[in-house]
């Protein structure tokens, strides 16, 4: 692991012991995981084979493997990999799941994402690309590692919430209400540790994938809903916020709440390859 890959993992490894308590097992954390698959069982089929940047503790890993999908789980913390290991034994899906260290920020010579075939898909949840300042040589990488026609379902925050402005701007927070609006601005990740990360519009997104993936749809992730950190107003007033996901489901696929949210998701697809003469 390079120093710099180093200094990225320790925070993450630092919160992967709290990580499940504090979003996946609250009932902000499930609403918004749930949401995801909706997306991710759509993109890929029992059999098929996908790559996940940014396993974290292996939640969607897990859920992709009961469905029958063989799951390559990677990212950058030796400790998130771990309790994703943990997990997937426990869950006793180990046949389906695999695991590499993979760290994002290790572009060029270092960057090696593990494959000796192609993936059918790939996927990145809850904002791991958000760690990366350029996106294009993971988008290179994935070129060459998924198939034509295969998926890429990626979660990413972005630089529009309404949530951080009107609590922000509510608490006289002008900085942190527009704190997404900077590059490399430091963001907490738990247990008082804290990770420069960048926030790509949709746009430029989209334009970072292209022109090896072809857009097919984006959709708000936390439209109506708060960020995570927001989770003990949600447990506080489930029957409110129970309806802000109903609004959440039903409208996020809406402009203008495709970019209106805490997260958004794009689905994209790998463009067939051209056949150069031999």
Request: charged share 20%; aromatic share 12%.
């Amino acid at each position: 692991m390079s120093e710099a890959s180093g200094v990225l993992a320790q925070p993450f490894d630092a919160a992967a012991p709290s990580y499940d308590t504090d979003f996946t097992e609250r009932r902000l954390g499930r609403w918004l995981r749930e949401a995801v698959w909706g997306y991710l069982g759509a993109a890929f089929q029992p059999g098929e084979h996908v790559l996940e940047l940014g396993c974290g503790t292996g939640e969607d890993a897990v859920w992709l493997a009961r469905r029958g999908v063989r799951v390559e789980a990677t990212d950058g913390s030796p400790a998130m990999l771990a309790a994703a290991q943990r997990k997937v034994a426990e869950t006793k899906v180990g046949d389906r799941v695999s695991f590499s260290h993979l760290d994002l920020n290790a572009i060029g010579s270092e960057f090696r994402i593990p494959h000796s075939a192609f993936y059918d898909g790939a996927f990145s949840n809850f904002g791991a690309l958000n760690c990366v300042p350029d996106r294009r040589p993971i988008a290179e990488a994935l070129a060459g590692a998924v198939r034509s026609g295969g998926r890429v379902v990626l979660v990413v925050m972005g630089p529009l919430c309404p949530w951080e402005w009107a609590w922000h701007l509510g608490h006289g927070q002008a900085g942190t209400a527009f704190r997404r609006f900077r590059r490399g601005v430091e963001a907490h990740v738990g247990d008082g540790r804290t990770v420069r990360v960048w926030y790509p519009s949709p746009r430029r997104l989209c334009a970072e994938f292209a022109p090896e993936f072809k857009h097919i749809e984006t959709v708000g992730i936390g439209a109506f809903l708060p960020p995570s950190y927001f989770a003990h107003l949600v447990d506080r007033w489930p029957r409110m916020f129970g309806g802000l996901a109903k609004l959440d489901s039903s409208l996020g696929r809406f402009f203008p709440w495709t970019w209106l949210n805490d997260h958004y998701l794009m689905v994209l697809e790998r463009k067939p390859r051209v056949q150069t003469p031999g």
